[in-house]
């Protein structure tokens, strides 16, 4: 573990999920807002525990979906009723039937496009570099042990006392973390 750099925070590591539960509902009773617990599988009760509201992530998509399919509808009413009207057989120009199947692919297509950019976006997936990958921790976390991380820009975050949470939640392993630095002297 690299101990150089600006300590960005504190690392607690639980061998089972009950531990991981009970550390998380102590950490949001003591008032911490930015922290965050780590799982190698999904934790029943997890989200509950920790406070967290219900994802926008579905209502999003639902939204991204039904714009997809107006999109959809609206495009291949100008092309076949506006643009380039040709009557075939007799049929209306717009003749909606038809433009459903490419509706359902606008609504899928949507759909998928503004969950992925929600995920991104919400889950702050940009970041190219974490502490938590020069530590050690997520090498552990994926495969067999459970973490919760209290950031050190916590308006709350005192180390002793955040440390003390944790040990009372059952936590043997307790790690700081560090932002390393470049050469050029920005954190990495």
Do not use: N
Not at 57 to 71: D, K, Q, R, T
């Amino acid at each position: 573990m690299d101990e150089t750099g600006r300590k960005v925070g504190i690392a607690g590591l639980f061998d089972d999920a009950d531990a991981l539960l009970r550390a998380a509902e102590k950490v949001r009773a003591a008032g911490f807002r930015r922290w965050d617990c780590h799982t190698p599988y999904p934790v029943h009760g997890l989200d509950e525990a920790m406070g967290l509201e219900e994802s926008p992530i579905p209502y999003v998509s639902l939204v991204s979906g039904f714009a997809g399919a107006g999109a959809a509808l609206w495009m291949q009413w100008w092309m076949s009723a506006v643009d380039y009207p040709v009557r075939i057989g007799g049929k209306p120009l717009f003749s909606w039937p038809a433009f459903v199947p490419i509706a359902f692919v606008f609504f899928v297509l949507f759909a998928a496009l503004g969950t992925m950019a929600s995920l991104f976006i919400l889950a702050r997936l940009g970041r190219w570099h974490s502490p938590l990958h020069d530590s050690g921790i997520m090498a552990e976390v994926t495969s067999h042990r459970f973490a919760v991380v209290l950031q050190a820009d916590d308006a709350i975050f005192d180390e002793q006392t955040a440390a003390e949470i944790l040990r009372s939640a059952g936590c043997e392993d307790i790690r700081p973390l560090y932002e390393r630095e470049e050469e050029g002297g920005q954190a990495r």
